[in-house]
C-alpha cells in the first residue's frame, strides 16, 4: 500500500530536470515513495503514478495512459489529466495519503462494478444509483477559524449547509444519525478532536459512511502522517478561500451526483442460516475477481475461519462480516467455514484483518489465508482454504 514506508516502497516515476530533480527525489524518498528519474517525455508501461514537475518540464499526457498522474507547480498550471496537483514541496510529505486515498476509490468502484454483474447473473438485476434528492448537509469539526464562516457562506450560495460540531461527540452522534453526507475535519494539531476523529471514523458504527475531508493546513503535513489515510479526500487548505469553497462544493456535488449503485441478492445468491452470500455466489465472484486480478497485475487474498460447533455459527458470520471494508465480501463457504475475499490486499494485510478479527470474536478461532497466485484455480484456491492439515498450521499459512 501507498501508505507504508518500507523495503518496498511504492514506485513513483519522476519527471524533472536538475538541480529540482534531486531534490524532489528526497523529499519523495522521506514521504516513503521510491522515485525513479525518468529520462525525457517517456514514462514505461507500467501502472506506476508518475510525478510531473510543470515547473521545469512541459509535459504531454497521453490520454490512453490510465496510471495516477502527480503533477506539482503554480495552482493555474493544474492539468485536468491530473488526479492530484500540488503547489508546494511540503505538500510531498502527504503524497503517500492522497495516492493511497485515490487507489482506495479506484479500487472500490471496480469492486462494486465486479458485485453487480455477480448479483446479475443470479437474477438480481441492478436497480442503478439512487439519489438522495436532499440538500447536501456538509458536517464540520475543526477550530473555529475566522474563515469558517467565508467558507459556510460560499457554500450556502449553492445550496449546501455547514453545521460545525461543537466537539468530537457531537459530530459522532451526528454521523451515526446519517444526517449527513459529508464531513469536513480540519485539525489544528496532530492530537486535537479532529484528527483524533479522523484516526477512528472508521470504527464508528454508522449505517452510511460520509465521505470524509481532510481540510489540511500547510505546517500539519509532516505531523498528520498516517492518520491521513483515513480521509477520502485531501483539500489544501490556502489563503485562497474561494478555491477551497469550490472544492468542498466539488466533493459535495460528487456525492449526489454518484450514489452508491443498488442492487439486491436472490435467493439463490444467500445463505439463509448466515445472512451472508451462498458457496455458488463465491465460486462466480471469486472466478471474476482472479480474471480482474490477472487483467491489472493486481492482488487477491482470501482468509478462511473454521466455526466449531460450540460457536453460534450466524453470530460468528455476522462479526466476521462487520469488520470487513466494502470492497471485501464474506461467504458461507462450507457447513464450518465462513470464507472472506480482499481483493487489491496482500498476504501480510489479510494477516493482519485475520487477526483483528480474531480479537473481535474474544475467542481463539483457526483460520488460514492465502494470497492467490497465477498457478491457482478456482478449485485449488477455495480448496486449499480448507485442505485437512494441522490446524494450528492455519493461522500463519
Known amino acids: 500500500m501507498y501508505g507504508e514506508q518500507s523495503f518496498d516502497a511504492p514506485v513513483i516515476h519522476g519527471v524533472s530536470e536538475s538541480p529540482r530533480l534531486e ?8 514521504a516513503g515513495s521510491r522515485p525513479v528519474p525518468v529520462r525525457g517525455s517517456y514514462l514505461p508501461p507500467d501502472s506506476a503514478p508518475a510525478f510531473i514537475d510543470l515547473v521545469t518540464r512541459a509535459f504531454e499526457f497521453d490520454t490512453n495512459d490510465d496510471r495516477l498522474f502527480v503533477t506539482i507547480g503554480k495552482q493555474e498550471q493544474a492539468p485536468t489529466a491530473s488526479e492530484i496537483h500540488l503547489t508546494d514541496i511540503a505538500q510531498i510529505a502527504t503524497l503517500p495519503a492522497r495516492l493511497s486515498i485515490r487507489q482506495r476509490e479506484k479500487q472500490r468502484k471496480r469492486e462494486i462494478r465486479l458485485r453487480a454483474q455477480t448479483s446479475e447473473k443470479f437474477g438480481a438485476p441492478v436497480a442503478g444509483a439512487i439519489p438522495s434528492g436532499q440538500k447536501s448537509r456538509v458536517l464540520w469539526l475543526g477550530h473555529d ?5 467565508a ?12 453545521v460545525a460540531a461543537i466537539s468530537r461527540l457531537t459530530a459522532e452522534d451526528y454521523l451515526v444519525s446519517g444526517a449527513f453526507q459529508t464531513i469536513v475535519l480540519c485539525p489544528t494539531s496532530a492530537d486535537d478532536e479532529a484528527a483524533k476523529l479522523l484516526s477512528s471514523i472508521e470504527q ?5 459512511p460520509p465521505k470524509v475531508v481532510l481540510l489540511l493546513r500547510p505546517d500539519l503535513a509532516n505531523s498528520l502522517g498516517a492518520v491521513a489515510n483515513h480521509a477520502d479526500q485531501i483539500v489544501d487548505l490556502t489563503i485562497d478561500l474561494d478555491f477551497v469553497a469550490t472544492r468542498l462544493r466539488t466533493v459535495c456535488s460528487e456525492v449526489e451526483a454518484n450514489p452508491e449503485p443498488v442492487y439486491g441478492l436472490s435467493t439463490a445468491a444467500q445463505d439463509p442460516t448466515t ?4 458457496r455458488e455466489y463465491l465460486e462466480s465472484h471469486v472466478e ?6 490477472d487483467r491489472l497485475a493486481c492482488s487477491l487474498s482470501l482468509i478462511a475461519f473454521e466455526v466449531t460447533n460450540e460457536m453460534n455459527l450466524k453470530e460468528t458470520a455476522q462479526v466476521i462480516k462487520s469488520m470487513l471494508r466494502d470492497t471485501d465480501l464474506a461467504a458461507r463457504l462450507d457447513n464450518s467455514h465462513v470464507c472472506v475475499t480482499l481483493p487489491d490486499t496482500q498476504y501480510r494485510g489479510a494477516i493482519v484483518l485475520a487477526r483483528r478479527i480474531e480479537q473481535a470474536l474474544d475467542r481463539p478461532i483457526n483460520w488460514r489465508v492465502i494470497e492467490r497466485r497465477r498457478f491457482h484455480t478456482l478449485k485449488s484456491l477455495l480448496g486449499g482454504l480448507t485442505a485437512k492439515t494441522s490446524l494450528s498450521a492455519r493461522k500463519s499459512a
Open 275 to 278: 445472512g451472508l452470500v451462498s
Open 288 to 293: 471474476a475477481q482472479m480474471a480482474q486480478a
Open 151 to 162: 467558507i459556510k457562506t460560499n457554500l450556502s450560495e449553492h445550496n449546501i449547509s455547514l
Open 145 to 149: 477559524a475566522p474563515f469558517l464562516n
Open 23 to 30: 531534490m524532489l527525489q528526497t523529499r519523495l524518498r522521506q
Open 204 to 208: 464508528l458504527e454508522i449505517s452510511k
